[in-house]
Each structure stands twice: as C-alpha cells, then as structure tokens.
C-alpha cells in the first residue's frame, strides 16, 4: 500500500457515518459481494473463522424485519434503560422508523458461530469472548468496505433485544448466536459529523 492509498483508508474510517435513511436502490452482487468478503477478511481469534452471515433481499422479509426493528426499538426506548427516553422523543423516533428510518434494501444479519468450541471448560466464557469479538471485527470491515463503495449502513444492536424472534425469521444453524444486523444501501442522507469523546478522555499512556 502506497501512502496515498494509506491516506485514503485513514480518511474513510474518519469519515464512516451510520446511515439510518435508505434508497431503495438495489444493491449490486458485485459490490454485495465485496462487502462480505472484507468481512471475512477480518482479524479472529484463532484463525477459526467463527461467524454465520445471513443476507436478506426478499421484499416480503425486508418489510417483516423493518416491523420488528421497530418494535425492538419500542423495547428499547421504554423498557430497557434506567432512564427512560422522554414519550415525546420515544414517539418522535418511532413515527420517524415507521415513516421508513431504517428500511434498507439489505439486511445482514451477523452471527457468533459457537458449534466448534475448542477451549477447556474452565475457558470457554473467554472463548466466547473471543468468538463475540471476532464477529465484531468483521462487522466492522463491512461497514468501512461499504463505506468506500458509496453504500451506507448502521449496525444495530436493538434485535438482540429479541433475539429468538428475529431468528425465527433469520432461522439460522442451530448453535449460532445474533450479534448484530447491519441494514445496508445507498443512502437517502448526509448525516452531520458529530465529535465524540476526545483521546484524552479515554486513552491512558502508560
């Protein structure tokens, strides 16, 4: 990699942004394809590989999903924080999901493969740590590999909320654990940058 090329992906990660509003634009094989391979090209523990992806374009299984998502979220805003969202704002957020926030022409949906476990027992809590993590790091590589492409996408954690309804749509191998969904598609937005904490707020030299 030449330091052009270098700079180029330092700028696409400082530049990544989720996307919440979607074209319903289809979304290439070629470029789909892309996307998935750089997820497997991510770092794993062990070499083990330990994930299950399961991409959805269906129409009819798109529009269940998105109806879910929205429920999750419902979970999510009212139930599941020791501070509730404010109603007004909880009502806003969901008229705004059910309006089409979150609908995207893609669907990943990201497992934590745990049918080959290979640690003692005594270890195996830490091997699914490193299972979870594993799965994370690739979820990752899609999203800045989407990124680079001109396609948007979100990861969402809100269907581990419910996790067996989503499987039960998903239906993955049994011994496969929701991680995550990414929704996925050439956005509809330009999402403002947002500063978040700075180095010295969490980063201790030593």
């Known amino acids: 990699m030449n330091i052009m090329e270098s700079k180029d992906l330092l700028n696409l990660i400082l530049t990544r942004r989720s996307i919440r509003w979607f074209k319903q634009d289809l979304v290439p094989d070629d470029l789909l394809y892309k996307i998935l391979e750089c997820g497997l090209r991510a770092p794993n523990a062990g070499g083990s590989e330990p994930w299950y992806f399961i991409v959805v374009r269906k129409d009819d299984v798109r529009r269940e999903i998105h109806k879910l998502l929205l429920e999750a979220h419902r979970l999510y805003a009212t139930s599941s924080l020791k501070e509730p969202i404010?109603?007004?704002?909880?009502?806003?957020?969901?008229?705004?999901?059910?309006?089409?926030?979150?609908?995207?022409?893609?669907?990943?949906?990201?497992?934590?493969?745990?049918?080959?476990?290979?640690?003692?027992?005594?270890?195996?809590?830490?091997?699914?740590?490193?299972?979870?993590?594993?799965?994370?790091?690739?979820?990752?590589?899609?999203?800045?590999a989407a990124h680079s492409l001109g396609i948007g996408a979100v990861w969402l954690g809100v269907p581990l909320l419910m996790r067996k309804v989503f499987d039960d749509i998903f239906r993955p191998p049994e011994g496969c654990e929701l991680q995550a969904v990414i929704a996925l598609g050439y956005p509809s937005e330009t999402p403002k940058s947002r500063l978040g904490k700075g180095i010295n707020e969490v980063v201790k030299f030593i």
Not at 136 to 141: G, H, P, V
């Open 86 to 144: 404010p109603k007004d704002k909880v009502d806003k957020w969901l008229r705004r999901i059910s309006e089409g926030m979150y609908y995207a022409p893609v669907y990943i949906a990201a497992y934590a493969d745990f049918r080959r476990m290979t640690h003692k027992e005594q270890l195996l809590d830490v091997e699914r740590t490193f299972i979870i993590q594993s799965v994370a790091a690739a979820i990752e590589n899609m999203l800045i």
